[in-house]
């Protein structure tokens, strides 16, 4: 297989879609997959999967494995059925494919698709969390809600993790995927800090594509986005970011001022994430890397 697929995998709301869609703008780059792909990885439906191979080894594991899959997984039957619906896609050379599930199977898409280029994005853990948490309050255009009080990507033994205080179970999950996601960096192409590609969107997906190429890529204009970090303490709208890009014909500028129909956290919540995920976002950081001349920290 040419190495033309770019996976992007992440926790939800840790940076994936403002990086898929801002990689969408290189014409190198097309998006042969309807939504996330759910069909293409057998993820559906897509809470407690069902379909060939994702949602067998689900099934198989009565849940308890979560969304997370090994190597191992990449049996001889999986490969070929993996590689024939990729070879069946249609597009420019690089073929895009942005499934946050697929964070807790790194290692598995590595044995797949030996020659992919996998982008994993990280997000700080507080943000993260306030963001995960407006998936538990019922609210127009909110899309799925939670299913056995879980939403989003499910660690391995995800079911001990819940909580009725939903912020100390998002900060568990940011815990548990990451983590995992830690273990499976050597297969991981580059590591994308949220802050830093709101900075700099254009020379990240720039070195993301003439790494998955190698070959130069002229970057388009695409200028620093606004990030959302500073929401939880401020408070901030209830609906999706992803609902602003779909009203506004796909725009990536957030209106500057929104009213807020989500409280901030308060300084005891704050600390309670951080006491549960700052070890793992310090080491996490220590793999940092800055773009070449740049001065990201």
């Not at 939670?146 to 391995?156: D, N, Q, R, T």
Request: hydrophobic share 40%; proline share 8%.
């Amino acid at each position: 297989m040419a190495r033309n697929a770019l996976f992007i995998v992440g926790l939800q709301k840790s940076g994936t879609t403002p990086l898929n869609r801002c990689l969408q703008a290189f014409p190198e780059v097309s998006h042969p997959f309807r939504s996330e792909g759910n069909d293409f990885w057998g993820n559906e439906p897509p809470f407690a999967p069902a379909g060939f191979p994702a949602g067998h080894f689900y099934q198989q594991a009565g849940g308890e494995r979560g969304h997370c899959l090994d190597a191992a997984d990449a049996t001889a039957e999986v490969r070929a059925v993996m590689q024939e619906r990729f070879a069946a896609l249609a597009g420019a050379p690089v073929l895009l494919n942005k499934n946050p599930y697929n964070v807790c199977r790194v290692g598995w898409l590595r044995a797949i698709f030996p020659e992919a280029c996998i982008v994993a994005c990280v997000r700080e853990p507080v943000a993260n969390c306030y963001s995960l948490l407006k998936k538990f309050v019922p609210h127009k255009g909110r899309g799925l809600a939670p299913e056995e009080g879980w939403w989003g990507v499910k660690p391995a033994r995800w079911k001990s993790l819940r909580d009725e205080h939903k912020l100390l179970q998002c900060a568990r999950q940011w815990q548990a995927v990451n983590e995992r996601l830690l273990h499976s960096l050597a297969d991981v192409d580059h590591l994308v800090f949220y802050d830093d590609f709101c900075r700099e969107p254009a020379r990240w997906c720039q070195l993301i594509l003439e790494g998955c190429l190698d070959a130069p890529v002229a970057a388009p204009a695409l200028p620093p986005l606004r990030s959302c970090d500073d929401e939880f303490r401020r408070g901030s709208r209830l609906r999706s970011k992803n609902r602003y890009f779909s009203e506004s014909g796909g725009s990536l500028a957030l209106p500057e001022e929104e009213e807020a129909e989500f409280p901030p956290l308060s300084a005891a919540q704050v600390e309670a994430v951080r006491a549960a995920t700052g070890r793992l976002w310090e080491e996490l950081r220590g793999r940092r890397r800055a773009l070449p001349g740049a001065g990201n920290p």
